[in-house]
């Protein structure tokens, strides 16, 4: 089993900035990919940004350019820099690992991040 729990999100004016966190704890060598999904009210869970255990990254094309996805494999924590934040970004947002094995992924619990003045 893998745990992950995220941190970092909250309330913060268009056009401000907020990193998440999340950190993997438990069988964390068998964790392949990680990344962020989010899902605002009465939309489906989408995802935002994903890291490769080598690095390789991609986005959402409504977060290139303002989001930045990163992971320090020492510390098993992925991070997701999010700069010039938009009302629209408003959603709770998921940390998700997969493994190698199809079906075996895992998620966080959530964290909210509001954008509004």
């Known amino acids: 089993q893998v745990q992950l729990e995220e941190s970092g999100g909250g309330l913060v004016q268009p056009g401000g900035s907020l990193r998440l966190s999340c950190a993997a704890s438990?069988?964390?060598?068998?964790?392949?990919?990680m990344g962020w999904y989010r899902q605002a009210p009465g939309k489906q869970r989408e995802s935002v940004a994903a890291?490769?255990?080598?690095?390789?990254?991609n986005y959402a094309d409504s977060v290139k350019g303002r989001f930045t996805i990163s992971r320090d494999n020492t510390k098993n924590t992925v991070y997701l820099q999010m700069n010039s934040l938009k009302p629209e970004d408003t959603a709770v947002y998921y940390c998700?690992?997969?493994?190698?094995?199809?079906?075996?992924?895992?998620w966080g619990q959530g964290t909210q991040v509001t954008v509004s003045t």
């Open positions: 998700h690992a997969n493994t190698p094995v199809v079906g075996v992924d895992y």
């Open positions: 438990g069988r964390v060598f068998s964790i392949n990919a």
């Open positions: 890291i490769t255990s080598g690095g390789n990254t």
